[in-house]
């Protein structure tokens, strides 16, 4: 497995081997507790954070994830040429320290596919004539680079991107994480 995660600062981090394959323990109450904690320092400012945190269990062939509030993650089954949005319940961080999160688990993860988590930066990009980037056409790299290496896919997505983008100014952040299955 691998992982590539890029900021359009050009901040790169990769994850290979056994420290890609360390999980954190029960995703929903490490959620539940980062929300509690938010909530008491964003009381007074009336702000809030979205998450999704996802853990691979590659012995399992399984990822199992907890939402709060950020977009549904992508998984790309190049075999039939099918996305799945990851969703699940769970109420953006910070506004309700009572609020419990539920992890959803997907078993058959299988050499191949690839998952895609990202900033709306990314998709709600717009290019000169004020058009968005959109979620299709972030689709449409990934499937046109699921052969390739999880750097690739990423490095194809931001260059695309700049591509369509040319000539404006950028309105929020871009992050993109993609998730390369490999055995």
Do not use: C
Request: glycine share 10%; hydrophobic share 40%.
């Amino acid at each position: 497995m691998a992982v590539e995660v890029r900021h359009d600062s050009g901040q790169v981090a990769r994850l290979k081997g056994p420290h890609a394959q360390e999980g954190p323990g029960d995703l929903a109450a490490i959620v539940a507790d980062l929300n509690r904690h938010l909530t008491s320092d964003t009381r007074e400012s009336n702000r809030f954070m979205t998450l999704l945190l996802m853990a691979i269990d590659p012995a399992a062939a399984a990822i199992e994830w907890v939402r709060a509030g950020h977009d549904p993650a992508l998984l790309y089954e190049p075999s039939t040429d099918a996305f799945e949005e990851l969703r699940g319940p769970g109420l953006v961080l910070g506004l309700n320290e009572d609020v419990r999160y539920t992890a959803v688990r997907r078993a058959g993860v299988r050499p191949g596919q690839v998952i895609a988590l990202g900033t709306d930066g990314i998709w709600e990009a717009r290019n000169t004539r004020g058009d968005m980037w959109g979620k299709e056409r972030l689709r449409e790299v990934i499937r046109e680079r699921a052969g390739d290496s999880a750097e690739t896919i990423v490095n194809g997505v931001f260059d695309r991107l700049k591509t369509f983008t040319r000539g404006t100014l950028p309105e929020d952040d871009k992050t993109l994480v993609i998730i390369k299955f490999t055995q």
